[in-house]
Each structure stands twice: as C-alpha cells, then as structure tokens.
C-alpha cells in the first residue's frame, strides 16, 4: 500500500467528537471561572473569546463534519493516478442519504474487518465503486504473448501479475513507472508506447508474433470501460455475485490496490461519504470525477 504516516493537521482534523466535547466544555468552565476572578473588561473579552472558539468547535466537528462534509488526506498510492499520495480531498457526506451510490463514484468508507485484518481497528478507506447490489463481478488479468511463450497469471491469485511483471523484467523499466496492456501496444508511465515489434525485439525474438491482452473488470459479462486506471489488472478474480445492499471497490491503481477483489464485498452502511474536489495542493485543486 506504501502507506505514508498522516500529518498532524490531518490528524486533528479527524479528532474524535469526544475530545471536541471535552474541549468545549473545557472552555465553559474556564469562561465562568474567569468571569468572577478578573475585571470586568478583561473578563467580557475572555467570555466572547470562549464563545467564539466553541461555536466555531460545536459548528465544524458536531454538525459539518459528522452530517455534511470532511476533509480527507491520501496515505497511499492505491487511487494513482486520480488521487496522488499527499492529496487533501472534501467529501460530501449529505447525498447519499438521498440517493444510491453510483458506478464510478470516489468513496471513502470505514474499512471492513477483513481488510484490516482486526475487528476493532477503525480505518478509513478510499477507492471507486465498480459494482452495484445484484451484478456480478469478475476480473480477468493481463496476458502477453510472444511467439509461443505465454506470460499470464494462472487461477485465482489476487497478488499475480505475471504479464506486466516479466515485461518490466525483460525491459528493466522501475516499479515507479507504470505499464499499462492495450490491444495494439503498451503505454509506459502514461507517456511512452512501446509496439509489438519492440517487445519481440527486446525478447530476443525479432519478427514473432505479439499478442497483447490487457486486464479488465468484468460486470455481468461486459467489460468495463475504465480509461481513469494507472494500469490494467494484472490478476485474476472469479466472479462473485453481490449481495443487496453491498458494493464491490476497486482502487485506480488496480494492481497496487488492496480492495473487493482482496477483501470482498463492503457493506453500504460503512461508506462515509463521496469524494468530489481536491483542494490541496493548489496544483492539484479540482472536481473528482
């Protein structure tokens, strides 16, 4: 997951709705006490003090954050290229409670057990919605041949990825650098093609035959038209029919994501909200879509 310890700013943002009521409280008792032990000057500005800084509190961890909106920070590379490590993002959290979610949309939601690997570990997560209750899902990994070798992920192996593997291999191109599978070629990084008659060069086998089949999700037997991804899957995953009420998560970065087809299905009641515009950095300032 490479994932990267969370800021300070990013923590206090997130602090528990316990500790801003024992703040405001705090702040309650320090204004009585204060107001019979100084002037009365000093003692009306300390007031109005203390009742700007719990309105502000009670405002924006006791009503905008748990019911309406929240910020966010990315850990990891799991949603590359859509959310880079580092990105801060506002998450609606009011929508959903009038209408479904939808495919496609960014969700940040509390990470099921079997992700964390602990019951009792809170957890948020963000990925894309790829399934919706009731569809079936499947993935089918990348596959590269050249001549006759065969380079392709054999079952069920949710950490597999044979094709972009022996391709980085053989070529020497760094983890750092995507490669992502299309029919006619392969696109490095997101800005180099390398061609058929590249790869059957740099296999030692100049002339032979290229076959290039890239990793895709499958939804009731249709492919899935996913132009936002880092890369195609790598792995393969059977298909897996879901439940009412659930929804299967895929990361953009498919073959660095740790999601459904790790974990399976994530119940409705956990998503948190959507993610829809990044504010920070600047550079980075845009509606997620």
Not at 185 to 194: A, D, F, S
Not at 201 to 217: C, D, I, K, N
Not at 250 to 275: F, Q, Y
């Amino acid at each position: 997951m490479n994932d990267q310890p969370i800021p300070l700013t990013d923590q206090l943002a997130n602090i528990s709705p316990t500790i801003v009521v024992a703040v405001i409280a705090g702040f309650t008792v320090l204004r009585l006490m204060m107001s019979k032990l100084l002037h009365e000057s000093w003692a009306r500005t300390l007031s109005e003090i203390c009742d700007t800084v719990t309105f502000v509190l009670a405002l924006a961890f006791l009503l905008i954050r748990p019911f309406v909106a929240q910020a966010f920070y990315i850990p990891s590379e799991s949603m590359v290229p859509t959310l880079q490590i580092g990105d801060r993002l506002i998450v609606d959290k009011i929508s959903f409670r009038f209408h479904d979610p939808e495919r496609g949309d960014i969700l940040v939601f509390a990470a099921p057990p079997e992700a964390t690997g602990s019951p009792t570990l809170e957890q948020d997560y963000i990925k894309r919605c790829i399934g919706l209750p009731g569809e079936k899902v499947e993935v089918r990994g990348a596959k590269l041949r050249v001549g006759k070798e065969v380079f392709e992920a054999q079952g069920e192996d949710t950490n597999a990825d044979v094709a972009h593997q022996t391709l980085r291999d053989r070529l020497g191109i760094s983890r750092e650098k995507s490669v992502k599978f299309f029919k006619d070629y392969v696109l490095i990084n997101g800005t180099e093609k390398l061609m058929p008659q590249d790869i059957a060069r740099q296999f030692g086998q100049p002339g032979a035959e290229v076959e290039l089949t890239p990793g895709v999700a499958v939804i009731n037997g249709k492919p899935l038209e996913d132009t936002y991804t880092n890369e195609d899957p790598g792995y393969n995953m059977n298909e897996l029919e879901i439940p009412p009420s659930n929804y299967f998560m895929m990361g953009d970065n498919r073959n660095r994501s740790a999601d459904s087809h790790v974990w399976g299905k994530l119940e409705g009641r956990r998503i948190v909200g959507r993610g829809i515009v990044t504010f920070w950095p600047l550079t980075r300032l845009g509606r997620l879509r």
